[in-house]
């Protein structure tokens, strides 16, 4: 996910992040440092060194660079397969969305052929849709200093001709872990009626996350059209959700006590890095089992992926929180309303939430540092806008300004920092500033977190989870293990 430009202060972007944003290159699955030579910035020149995730060096100079990137970007995005550690044979599959009834074409002669399925050997374009002239072009996205244009593939989401189970015999499972985020339901509904759709009559769910696999209090679910299909008109998870949960080890023997031959996993980082030891361990011990990610972050911040599920519900239901700052604010005598949001290190809820609402002063992100006190800091512009407005409003991301802060060094069941509150810390530093200037304010402190995260996943979202749930299922069929789903460039497709 791409860095965005936040408002500052007065709603503009400030001289300093107009310099920031004029000579950062973003680099599409690579790390980019830059530097520049021993003149001035303004006369330097600018110095762009591009390395892949897993540190590919690469020499600009050789004139088969793209090659070896090319070589290194298909090798790393390149997707975990059962047959690569067993011998397993395909089989024409059984899923169809064809009509019960034949189609007709427009001459009234009746449609032969179908062609709703994927081919193995297709590919989505990444990211780069735009031929940039420098690095320094708003938004740049780069590979090497003139960037030049590279094509970055891979492999496209959906149904394949051929499967690698026999329907009628898999036993699927599903668990949602980590925290709430609107559309879980959504997606577990459109799992199940998926791999119905392929004829799987063995569907369960896991609850509470991976601690389902090691409690026996906790029994599987019986899960069909019948049970999922009213689901998604609530938020949270039908299964439930926890953080943590047993080693990796314990867990792929549940997996294998309880006969699973997929496994949909709906979660975060943690999740998704639970997921990928899971494939490992189940790749070691050979066994036939399909282990697929569901993305789900309500922050949007996966690097690579347009968008994912519950940010949209997020952003709008954080309308309400804002609104009701505002409104406080504006009635009160020098009134200043302060709402935070989540994001704990990418503050795009907080972003998008302050500019669709078209009444937020200050907006605070993790990704970008900000000075609390001086001549240039967040106090002195609430006293301009107080002597100007009146009133003023503010939004803060929760992991923003947490170097403000003192450090807990605690971290949570998925083993996460545990953040300190940043919006009672600026509640208390604002009442704190106003009196020692002698100038009256009223604080209103809104933190509507779990009021966001609880809520039902709006169309938009409803769409997407629809989607990622349906190649979910797509991608088990076919074989791949160790995946994840999500749209990248507009396009669905299937990342390792």
Not at 301 to 324: P, Y
Not at 418 to 423: N, P, T
Request: some cysteine; overall charge neutral; charged content about 20%.
């Amino acid at each position: 996910m791409a860095l965005a430009s936040p408002v500052d202060y007065a709603g503009t972007i400030t001289s300093s992040q107009r310099q920031l944003s004029s000579v950062m290159p973003r680099c599409n699955g690579l790390r980019c440092t830059i530097g520049y030579g021993n003149k001035s910035r303004a006369g330097g020149h600018l110095v762009v060194r591009a390395m892949s995730m897993d540190r590919l060096k690469l020499d600009f100079s050789n004139p088969n660079w793209k090659n070896q990137f090319q070589e290194d970007f298909d090798r790393r995005f390149s997707l975990p397969h059962l047959t690569d550690i067993i011998d397993v044979e395909s089989r024409p599959t059984t899923f169809s969305l064809k009509s019960r009834t034949p189609l007709e074409n427009v001459d009234g002669s009746l449609e032969e052929s179908w062609n709703g399925y994927v081919n193995d050997d297709d590919r989505a374009l990444l990211k780069v849709v735009i031929k940039f002239a420098s690095p320094t072009s708003a938004g740049a996205e780069c590979i090497d200093p003139d960037c030049s244009w590279v094509e970055q593939w891979v492999h496209r989401a959906g149904p394949r001709k051929q499967i690698y189970f026999e329907p009628q015999c898999v036993k699927a499972g599903i668990v949602t872990c980590g925290r709430l985020c609107p559309g879980l339901n959504d997606v577990i509904r459109q799992i199940v009626l998926t791999l119905e759709k392929y004829g799987v009559k063995n569907i369960v769910g896991i609850q509470h996350g991976f601690r389902g696999f090691f409690e026996d209090h906790l029994a599987e679910v019986p899960l069909n059209r019948h049970v999922v299909q009213n689901i998604n008109l609530a938020g949270g998870s039908f299964l439930g959700v926890s953080r943590g949960g047993a080693s990796i080890s314990d867990i792929v023997d549940s997996i294998q006590a309880r006969r699973l031959d997929m496994l949909f996993v709906l979660g975060g980082n943690g999740t998704h890095a639970g997921a990928d030891a899971i494939h490992g361990e189940c790749r070691k011990r050979k066994l036939k089992v399909s282990i697929i990610g569901v993305p789900k972050t309500i922050d949007n911040d996966i690097l690579l992926m347009d968008k994912t599920f519950g940010f949209d519900t997020a952003v709008e239901a954080a309308q309400r929180a804002i609104n009701s700052a505002y409104i406080e604010a504006h009635s009160a005598f020098h009134g200043i309303g302060l709402v935070k949001l989540m994001g704990r290190s990418s503050g795009f809820i907080t972003m998008h939430a302050s500019l669709s609402s078209g009444q937020v002063d200050i907006c605070l992100i993790p990704e970008v540092p900000f000075t609390l006190d001086g001549p240039n800091g967040v106090l002195r512009h609430l006293e301009h806008l107080i002597e100007t407005k009146g009133f003023a409003l503010m939004c803060v991301a929760e992991g923003a300004g947490q170097e403000y802060l003192q450090k807990s060094n605690a971290t949570d069941a998925s083993g996460n920092m545990v953040l300190s509150d940043i919006g009672v810390h600026l509640q208390q530093k604002i009442k704190s500033h106003f009196r020692e200037i002698n100038v009256h304010s009223d604080v209103k402190y809104i933190d509507p977190t779990y009021m966001l995260r609880a809520v039902r996943a709006n169309a938009s979202d409803a769409i997407l989870c629809t989607v990622l749930g349906q190649n979910a299922v797509h991608g088990a069929f076919a074989g791949f293990s160790g995946i994840t789903t999500g749209i990248c460039n507009t396009h669905n497709v299937y990342l390792p």
